[in-house]
C-alpha cells in the first residue's frame, strides 16, 4: 500500500516524497484513514514506528479542507510530554505542510515566553505543547481553545510517568466537548485504560505489534561488569567498534555528567543532556551530536522516548532501567525506520534482578557477552537496614547534590546561604566580619552608629530597664496584666469597671497619677422590661452599651477596657 491509496492529498504527498516517505508503516497504515474520516483513534504501537506522521498527516488534510478566513484561531492542539519530543513534532509539521497554507508552532517550558507569546498572537492553526507551559500560558489568557477541532494526546503512559496525568485532566476540561481525539501511547496501563474510557467516542483502535516488544532487527547484548569499570569498558568499545555516535542511558543526571566527563579525558566528544540542564543547553547538546561534532549523547530518560535521530548506530544502557518498559523505549532509538542497531547493556551485580525482569517482558534472553577486559569480580550488594538494596549510583547522587549545596554561593536576602566552610575560609581572607578579640570590641562593633561615646572607651553604659508602667507607652491587655504594679495605685473595686462607656474625650494628665483617658464611669440604669404591645425587645443599635451578665464569673467580654490600650505617665 502507498500513501496515495490512503487517500491523502497532492500536497502533502509530495512533501512526504521530498521527506524520504515511500510506503506507510503499520500504525500509519491503520491510523491515517479512521483519522482522516473524522474518527477518534487509540492508537498503541511501539516506539519508533511512525506514531507522528500517522496523525499530523490526517490533521493537516482535515484543517486545509475546511479553511478559517480573518483571525487564526488555534483548531488543532498537540499534547506531549518532553520539550524534545515537542520540537520534533512541531519540526514533523512543519515539513508535512511545507506546501500548504496553514501555520504551526510549538510552546514548552525552560524558555523565555514572550517569543511564544508573540507567535501566538499571530495566529496559529496548530500548537504543540508540553502541559506545563501551556498551563501557564492559558491561566495568563494568551490561549482560546473555544474553535478547538482536533485533540491529540501523545505518549499517554509517558505523561502518567512523569506526574502530568493531573495536568492533562485539568486541560481537557478547558477542551470543547465536541472535538476529534487521537490517542497514541506505547502501553496501558489501568490509569490510561480509565482516560481513554472518558475521553474517546467509539474510537477506532490501532494496534501493531504486541505492546512494548522490542524492534526484532536491533542486535541486543549485555556485558556483566562491575559499576567501578562501566567507563572503561565503554571508551574501550567506542574505540575498538569505531561507533560513530552512540545514545548512553545513566539512571541520574549526576551519573550523566559523570559519565560525559570520563569519556571526554578518555578522548571521545561526548555531552550530557537531562532535566538539570537548561533548554538551550540541551538543545545544543542535541544538535551538536546530530551533526556530528559529538558522538556520545549521554542522557537520562528524559530522552528516552521521542529523539529521532537518523541513522543512530548504538544504544548503551550505562545502568540497567528499574521499569522493564523504560528499556524498549531506550533501545527504540535506534533501528528505526526499517535500519539495523545495536542495543548494548551494561549489568552489575546489584542490576541482575532488573535484567531478568526486561527478559521476561520482552519474552527472550538477552546474549551475555562475557569475553571482555573487565568482568564481574564483586558479587554482593548492600542492604539498607529493611533489606532494600541500596542503588550506588542514588547514594552518589545525593552526596554530590548535597555538596552542591553546601558549596553554593550566598543567595542575597537568604538566611544562612553561604555555608560553615565558605564563611570560614571569607573571613580568612578578610572578606567576612573580622571576629572581635574581647568584649569591649564585640560591644562597640554592635553600638548604634550616632551613639555617643563616653571616656573614650568606646563602650556604651549598660542600658536600664524601666518598669513599664512609668513610661509614655501604650500596652495591651495582656502587657499591662504582667506588668509589676507599683503600690501608688489605686485599689478599685472588682465591679468598678461593669457597664460602663468610654468617654471619648480623655482628661489632661496628672502629676503622680494614673492619667487615664476616659471620663468617670457611670452605671447605667437596668434594662425596662416593658417592651408594649410586641412583647419583643428592641433592636440593638451600634453604639449602644452590651448587655452584661449578672454574675460573678468575669471574662473580657465583662471589661471592655481591658481590650483597649490607655497611656501611663512618667510622672512618678
Not at 518532553?82 to 512543519?94: D, P
Not at 504551526?104 to 500548537?127: A, C, M, W, Y
Request: charged letters at 25%.
Amino acid at each position: 500500500m502507498t500513501f496515495k491509496e490512503l487517500g491523502l492529498i497532492p500536497p502533502i504527498l509530495e512533501a512526504l516524497a521530498d521527506y524520504g516517505y515511500e510506503q506507510p508503516s503499520p500504525i500509519q497504515e491503520s491510523a491515517i484513514p479512521p483519522a482522516l474520516a473524522g474518527r477518534d483513534v487509540l492508537g498503541c504501537a511501539q516506539t519508533g514506528t511512525g506514531k507522528t506522521c500517522a496523525f499530523a498527516t490526517p490533521i493537516l488534510q482535515r484543517l486545509h479542507a475546511t479553511p478559517v478566513k480573518g483571525a487564526r484561531p488555534i483548531r488543532a492542539l498537540i499534547l506531549t510530554p518532553t520539550r524534545e519530543l515537542a520540537l520534533q513534532i512541531q519540526e514533523n509539521f512543519a515539513a508535512y505542510a511545507k506546501k500548504l497554507p496553514l501555520r504551526s508552532t510549538v510552546i514548552f517550558g525552560g524558555v523565555g515566553q514572550n517569543p511564544q507569546v508573540e507567535r501566538l498572537k499571530h495566529g496559529v492553526d496548530i500548537l504543540v505543547a508540553t502541559p506545563g507551559r501551556l498551563c501557564d500560558l492559558y491561566n495568563q489568557g494568551f490561549l482560546n481553545f473555544s474553535k478547538l477541532e482536533i485533540f491529540v494526546l501523545d505518549e499517554a503512559d509517558r505523561m502518567l510517568d512523569m506526574g502530568f496525568i493531573h495536568d492533562v485532566k485539568k486541560i481537557l476540561a478547558w477542551l470543547p466537548k465536541q472535538k476529534q481525539t487521537l490517542f497514541f501511547s506505547a502501553t496501558m496501563p489501568p490509569e490510561i485504560t480509565a482516560l481513554v474510557d472518558a475521553l474517546l467516542h467509539d474510537p477506532a483502535k490501532v494496534a501493531v505489534d504486541p505492546i512494548s516488544s522490542p524492534v526484532e532487527v536491533i542486535d541486543q547484548s549485555v556485558f556483566f561488569v562491575d559499576k567501578s569499570n562501566k567507563t572503561k569498558l565503554l571508551a574501550d568499545l567506542f574505540r575498538k567498534d569505531q561507533i560513530q555516535n552512540a545514545l548512553v542511558f545513566t539512571r541520574t543526571k549526576h551519573g550523566a555528567n559523570k559519565v560525559a566527563v570520563e569519556l571526554q579525558r578518555a578522548g571521545i566528544q561526548a555531552a550530557a543532556i537531562h532535566g538539570n540542564k537548561s533548554q538551550t543547553a540541551r538543545q545544543q547538546a542535541l544538535s551538536d551530536f546530530k551533526a556530528g561534532r559529538v558522538s556520545a549523547l549521554v542522557a537520562t530518560d528524559i530522552a528516552a522516548r521521542g529523539l529521532d535521530i537518523e541513522a543512530l548506530s548504538h544504544v548503551f544502557n550505562y545502568n540497567m532501567p528499574d521499569v522493564p518498559e523504560t528499556y524498549v523505549h531506550r533501545i527504540g532509538r535506534t533501528g528505526r525506520a526499517g535500519h539495523s542497531g545495536v542495543a548494548i547493556s551494561f549489568c552489575d551485580f546489584s542490576e541482575k534482578d532488573s535484567l531478568r525482569g526486561i527478559e521476561k517482558l520482552i519474552q527472550k534472553k538477552i546474549r551475555l557477552v562475557d569475553d571482555h577486559p573487565w568482568p564481574m569480580q564483586v558479587f554482593e550488594v548492600t542492604r539498607d537496614s529493611r533489606g532494600h538494596i541500596i542503588s550506588a549510583e542514588d547514594a552518589e547522587a545525593r552526596a554530590a547534590s548535597r555538596d552542591r549545596r553546601r558549596n553554593a554561593p550566598p543567595v542575597p536576602g537568604k538566611k544562612n546561604a553561604a555555608p560553615t566552610a565558605a564563611r570560614a575560609e571569607n573571613n580568612k581572607a578578610g572578606k567576612g566580619r573580622r571576629l572581635s578579640n574581647t568584649l569591649e570590641e564585640a560591644l562597640t562593633a554592635i553600638a548604634p552608629s550616632g551613639a555617643k561615646q563616653q571616656g573614650g572607651s568606646g563602650v556604651q553604659p549598660p542600658r536600664r530597664h524601666p518598669n513599664p508602667l512609668e513610661s509614655d507607652t501604650i500596652m495591651d491587655a495582656t502587657a499591662r496584666l504582667l506588668a509589676p504594679r507599683p503600690s501608688i495605685l489605686p485599689q478599685k473595686s472588682a465591679n468598678a469597671n461593669r457597664g460602663t462607656v468610654r468617654n471619648p474625650n480623655p482628661m489632661p494628665p496628672q502629676s503622680g497619677k494614673i492619667a487615664s483617658r476616659q471620663a468617670p464611669r457611670k452605671t447605667p440604669a437596668p434594662p425596662s422590661t416593658n417592651y408594649g404591645k410586641n412583647k419583643r425587645p428592641p433592636d440593638r443599635r451600634r453604639g449602644s452599651a452590651p448587655e452584661l451578665r449578672r454574675s460573678n464569673q468575669k471574662d473580657s467580654t465583662e471589661q471592655p477596657s481591658l481590650m483597649k490600650p490607655y497611656y501611663l505617665n512618667d510622672d512618678d
